[in-house]
């Protein structure tokens, strides 16, 4: 098991400038597609549910406005509550871990260098991953030196950081 070097909670003003640039990167057919994905599904599941003669499911006239409120629950309503709840950084010793909702894990060795862009009450921590893609993270701006000396002290990031914080 790995230690756990850091943690901290993201700013709440880095959440939410992080879910106005998700709202702005989604297309405006994603969740239409995703309902009707979700809602074939269930119907199909309804009617296989039939084929068992034990099994007794609800008519279609009650199954379609049920099935269609928990579409749009799961498809709308969830995503707007996990980017409501507090993302929590964990720093071990061999990965970075975002917490919200779910796990998202970066491996530290994956990570070729990392930046800092200011933010007016917060600092963003960007790593640059060595397929090229960029990930943000919000920092307090209390944490910045400390999470600074630690990512300098990974090999792979270590190298190549620029982070005007010498």
């Known amino acids: ?19 106005g640039r998700k709202r702005a990167s989604r297309r405006w057919w994603h969740g239409p597609l995703a309902m009707l994905g979700i809602f074939v599904f269930s119907v199909a599941s309804w009617k296989i ?55 998202h894990h970066v ?11 200011e933010g007016p009450d917060h600092h963003t921590l960007i790593l640059v991953m060595n397929r090229g893609r960029e990930l943000r993270f919000g920092v307090p701006r209390e944490m910045v030196r400390e999470v600074t000396a630690l990512l300098a002290t990974t090999p792979a990031a270590g190298a190549s950081a620029s982070t005007g914080y010498e």
């Not at 007794?56 to 049920?66: F, G, Q, R």
């Open 49 to 103: 549910a039939h084929l068992n003669p034990k099994n007794h499911p609800p008519p279609l006239t009650v199954a379609i406005p049920v099935m269609l409120a928990l579409v749009a629950f799961v498809v709308y309503v969830f995503p707007w509550i996990i980017a409501k709840l507090p993302s929590r950084i964990v720093v071990t010793d061999k990965c970075l871990v975002r917490i919200q909702g779910h796990s």
């Open 107 to 117: 491996l530290l060795t994956a990570v070729r260098s990392f930046d800092w862009q």
């Open 1 to 19: 098991m790995s230690k756990t070097r850091l943690s901290w909670i993201e700013p709440r003003s880095f959440c939410a400038e992080s879910a």
